[in-house]
């Protein structure tokens, strides 16, 4: 259920704009951004130059520097990526949104914490599965292209370690590769 002030202005059709793969979304704190195709993810870099991965968002999210304390912020395509401008005063159509963004935060923080590192790398998986995934024969496809670096940056590790980890969840049967994707066995 959408909430509106009271009085509200009926809704307005909303502009979109398009982004391509690897674009960035424009650092405007005025407005946030209604994902309406596509995937992003949020991201930041520690004292060393390390990328930290913030969150990934897709369809029906909404992300925006406005949600974030953290500096640097930014918002990178990972698809081709259509958005809707919500500026300050449709906020309110935004609710459902806002309050899934502050659930998929803690759930990405709370994966950030499992212990051992192939634990949370699962539960990544798991959390990309849920978010990304469609069913296949074979299981459910993570309909995300990663690379194994973006995967370690997700999961506070090296890409060598992830590289090792997701052959070992292969030979274990748990999940397969296919087109740069990869997808999680119904074992």
């Not at 259920?1 to 202005?9: E, F, G, Q, R, T």
């Not at 935060?105 to 709370?110: A, H, Q, R, V």
């Not at 790398?121 to 990309?128: D, V």
Request: glycine residues 6%.
């Amino acid at each position: 259920m959408v909430l509106s002030p009271p009085n509200a202005a009926p809704t307005l059709p909303l502009t979109r704009r398009s982004f391509s793969l690897g674009d960035h979304l424009p650092p405007t704190l005025d407005i946030l951004w209604r994902i309406e195709h596509g995937a992003v993810r949020t991201l930041t870099w520690n004292e060393q130059g390390i990328a930290v991965t913030l969150g990934y968002w897709g369809v029906g999210d909404v992300v925006g520097h406005k949600l974030s304390r953290v500096k640097p912020y930014q918002i990178e395509c990972k698809t081709s990526v259509e958005v809707s401008l919500l500026p300050p005063e449709l906020w309110f159509q935004a609710l459902d949104a806002l309050v899934l963004h502050i659930k998929s935060t803690g759930e990405f923080l709370n994966i950030a914490y499992q212990h051992p590192l192939r634990q949370r790398l699962w539960q990544f998986l798991i959390f990309l599965d849920q978010k990304f995934g469609c069913d296949v024969e074979q299981g459910r496809l993570i309909d995300l292209a990663l690379t194994h670096q973006e995967i370690a940056e997700a999961v506070n590790a090296t890409r060598v370690t992830v590289t090792r980890l997701l052959q070992q969840f292969e030979a274990e049967g748990l999940l397969l590769r296919h087109s740069k994707r990869l997808i999680l066995t119904r074992s």
